[in-house]
């Protein structure tokens, strides 16, 4: 029997778990060659600036084991042309869209989630809490806790009652649980994680930063720890939080993994640039792992870690006449 | 789309050194059908469970009809990545994902090309120079690279070419010097119509000059490192003047990798220029 693989965040339904993680998609376009973007839970787009912004200076990229740093700076049209020419792409194919957001001030982001209200095609919105507030000496909003609400707080108020807020959380931060309270308290609906933590490199031949930018944000295998962690520590405390899960995944059980931790649903982001199919793959192998383990729903798996040790699979109500 | 790009595995018909480079020939008819000059491919490399996540991007430098359809690289040893794909042997499977960018435009009527290549750059122009000969096009070569084993491609430049001009910063083959030293003479003589140029930036910064002068297009191929190739990492962005007169930071992987050389703001690469869309205190909207 196939499993039911529907996933919800707040009262959305998504009728799988795997998304694009914000920035590794592109426009939709790019991936729309290789497979039918319709078909995965939700695309989630860049993270969508007030103003056009050309981005950092290159090299923007380095690889690093296991992973890659970028910096690209939230390279994008700006919102105007975005909602022109992008989401009115995204929403004619009936593509369930999740519109990041990036701005340097409480206001930004507001009146980025006021442009985007009217929007048609909007699935949700996810709050990039990682971008520097210019209005604190360009102290990331995630490292401060009660900025970090704030922003979460006038984006959902600016938003239709529908569409759900979601935080985006980065794992370089002292506490990643009060940050998850602190924006579950502000009113976001769901939260996701993990945003690509800094790191660096140095190349040992020009004897020089790897990166234009200097640091940049450490993605792919190599932070799937860090995120597994994220979710678990963020699920024990808030386990009615809706968290989609991401860093690393590659494979489906790196999916499950995130799953198992607590997660509802999952991101494919650096995983896209080595295999562009990676979204639907996943969803296959994530499938066919929960068949494997006896599952009927995802739902039964999300946060399923967290039993006490001996404890069986938790245990599912066999609803003989069920209505659903 | 005719030329939408997809991934194969394919398997390793032949390895072989060509001078200082390594030369890979996969079967992958699906990408040597959509095959036009100028288009790339990315390989993966390290195996099902590498640790290398980024996609290696490389200049087709051969079709072939063989096994339905075969397509050539060629790259040189740089880091553990390009170390890993010069250690594949004949039937290995390699993860290729192509064809990407945009191919070289093509003239409408016969005219006289003059083709650049500066080291291994020089590996897709002569798939270049043979549609641009079928359709009656005068072929000049001038190839250069740093010393003799380090050009690519000079016998097949002389059996094709017009004329075959060679360059070495050694002296080590043809004329000791850089390929823009002895372009204009080449342009000149051969009252050349339009250049192609694929290499490092530095020389097809010096090619478009050149061609500036004479008032000739140059249609350069840019060497910029990506991460994906498909357009959704956005690394590999060089700034480009667009039509409407405004630089824009655009994707080398699919605005690219052919650009019109007048448009590259070579002096601007790896910078935000200041008046580029989007720049930091610069223009907005």
Known sequence: MAVDLRSYLGHVELPNPVLTASGCGGTGRELAQFFDVTRIGAFVTRSITMSPRAGRPTPRMAETPSGMLSAVGLQGPGVEVFAERELSWLAQRGVRTIVSIGGGSVAEYTALARRLADAPGITAVEVNLSCPNVEDRGRVFARDGSAAAEVVASVRAATRYDVPVIAKLAPDVADVVSLARLCVDGGADGLSMINAPLGMSVDVDTMRPSLAAGTGGLSGPAIKPLAVRCVWQVHAALPGVPIVGMGGVMTGRDALELVLAGACAVAVGTALFHDPYACQRILRELEELLQARGFDRLADAVGLAHRPAGAGPRNRIELEESSL | ?285
């Open chain 2, 1 to 285: 789309m005719a030329g939408s790009p997809v991934q194969v595995t394919g398997t390793v018909l032949t390895t072989r050194r060509v001078e200082a480079y390594h030369a890979l020939t996969v079967v992958a008819p699906a990408v040597a059908d959509r095959f036009r000059p100028g288009h790339f491919v990315t390989v993966g490399v390290g195996g099902p469970y590498t640790s290398m996540l980024t996609r290696r991007a490389f200049a087709i430098h051969d079709v072939k009809p063989d096994y339905g359809g075969t397509v050539e690289f060629v790259f040189s040893v740089r880091g553990p990545g390009t170390a890993w794909l010069a250690d594949r042997r004949a039937r290995d499977t390699l993860d290729l994902v192509g064809p990407l960018g945009r191919p070289f435009p093509l003239p409408r009527d016969p005219c006289t090309c003059v083709l650049v290549g500066g080291e291994y750059g020089s590996a897709s122009l002569f798939v270049l120079a043979d549609v641009l000969q079928r359709r009656g096009c005068r072929v000049d070569f001038v190839l250069g690279a740093s010393s003799a084993d380090r050009v690519f491609g000079a016998l097949r430049a002389r059996r094709m070419g017009e004329t075959t001009t060679l360059t070495t910063v050694d002296g080590s083959l043809g004329m000791r010097g850089e390929v823009t030293d002895v372009l204009a003479g080449v342009i000149a003589d051969a009252r050349a119509d339009v250049v192609y140029a694929c290499g490092p930036m530095a020389m097809l910064r010096g090619v478009t000059a050149v061609c500036v002068e004479f008032g000739i297009p140059a249609q350069v191929s840019v060497e910029q490192s990506m991460a994906c190739g498909v357009g959704i990492c956005m690394t590999c962005v060089v700034p480009v003047i667009d039509e409407d007169g405004v630089t824009r930071m655009v994707r080398a992987c699919t605005d690219g990798p052919v650009f019109l050389g007048e448009r590259v703001r070579f002096d601007d690469v790896g910078t935000i220029p200041f008046d580029a869309l989007g720049a930091p205190g610069g223009r907005h909207g």
